[in-house]
């Protein structure tokens, strides 16, 4: 840990010279305000980040892994790795994704509807409630992203992607091996390789997302003045999965419809609610599905009523489609990309 301290600065250093956008760095004296955006981001890296690098450091030892913000307005998080380093990896969330989370939460999502339906009523109030929503949309940005690196995605993707450059000037992190493609023309087969990477990412962040849901309610439980922890978990089971769902709204809402390298969010939200429900199975010996399936209905009817812009697709029609086409293969992927994990890099 010391020496990521150590060498953290020199990295940012390093980082704001080659990115097409700078770091964005939050206000510190707003640290206090927990609610503020700043505020936020401060306590969120410093109090639940670190929970990350634990399970980190037991997974990949010797993984150095940075995580920052990146000043740009759009929806969206990257990984990469900082060469030449073979182990050092950086996350990225624009602080665009930040700003719009937390106005969707904080000032539309946290009805009276919301709140209500949640199992341990009356734990949380709207401002606590949003809070919640903003920690497991965050943490579950970060598991995403980390799973590109864990799964040897980025490596991987770079040994195939095609040789036909396009407006190279705005690539945003070209020297770093990003998952960013809006600078290159894909051929068929590496859209389909970096389809079943994102499916393959939202897999292993749903289910280590119980982990951090599990983490929460142990937390709350010590301070909840005696409410069931069952209560909360499924309380938190139900936030967590509306949280996401209305992460990949948002993501699709601003993004290329439908989105080339993502299933419809509703197919999204599937593979989390079922990663989730089984995580947290194998963990704590109960089911919280009921909870998660619940929060992903309230999510969509959330996004109907605040007229997010979705696809408009048959959702029977993709499902299949997605089940046939790109379910039995998404496994198959950590095959291809054993040789740029972690681990395995020499």
């Not at 020297?175 to 809006?182: A, Q, R, S, W, Y």
């Not at 849901?213 to 005696?226: P, T």
């Not at 079922?274 to 009817?301: D, P």
């Amino acid at each position: 840990m010391s020496e990521r301290l150590l060498n953290g600065p020199k990295i940012l250093s390093w980082l704001n010279v080659r990115m097409y956008k700078p770091i964005w760095n939050p206000d510190n004296t707003q640290a206090g305000d927990a609610d503020s955006i700043s505020g936020f981001a401060i306590q969120f890296r410093h109090n639940h980040y670190q929970m990350l690098l634990n399970i980190i450091e037991r997974r990949y030892p010797g993984v150095e892994l940075y995580y920052y913000f990146l000043n740009e307005n759009r929806v969206n998080a990257i990984a990469g790795r900082v060469k030449p380093y073979k182990k050092v990896f950086v996350v990225g969330i624009t602080v665009g994704a930040l700003r719009a989370l937390h106005s969707m939460f904080y000032n539309q999502v946290c009805t009276s509807t919301l709140l209500c339906s949640l199992p341990a009523h009356g734990l949380f109030d709207q401002k606590a409630a949003s809070r919640m929503l903003m920690y497991f949309s965050m943490t579950y940005l970060l598991l995403h992203e980390f799973t590109h690196i864990g799964r040897g995605h980025i490596g991987y993707l770079e040994s195939i992607r095609t040789k036909k450059p396009r407006f190279i000037e705005r690539c945003s992190l070209k020297n770093m091996g990003i998952l960013e493609v809006n600078s290159r023309i894909e051929d068929d087969h590496e859209n389909f390789e970096r389809k079943l990477s994102e499916c393959q990412a939202d897999t292993y962040a749903g289910f280590m997302l119980s982990t951090f849901v599990a983490y929460q309610a142990d937390e709350l439980h010590r301070s909840s003045c005696g409410l069931p922890k069952t209560k909360i978990e499924d309380a938190l089971a139900m936030l967590a999965a509306c949280s996401v769902h209305l992460l990949f709204c948002l993501y699709e809402s601003e993004h290329k419809r439908p989105h080339p390298h993502y299933p419809p969010p509703m197919i999204r939200s599937g593979m989390i609610e079922t990663q989730l429900s089984r995580g947290f199975m194998e963990m704590r010996k109960r089911s919280i599905h009921h909870y998660v399936v619940t929060g992903m209905m309230i999510a969509n009817q959330i996004a109907v009523s605040m007229k997010i812009p979705q696809s408009t697709y048959n959702l029977t029609q993709a499902y299949c489609e997605f089940r046939k086409h790109v379910l039995p293969h998404i496994d198959d992927l950590s095959t291809r990309a054993a040789a740029f994990m972690p681990q395995n890099i020499r």
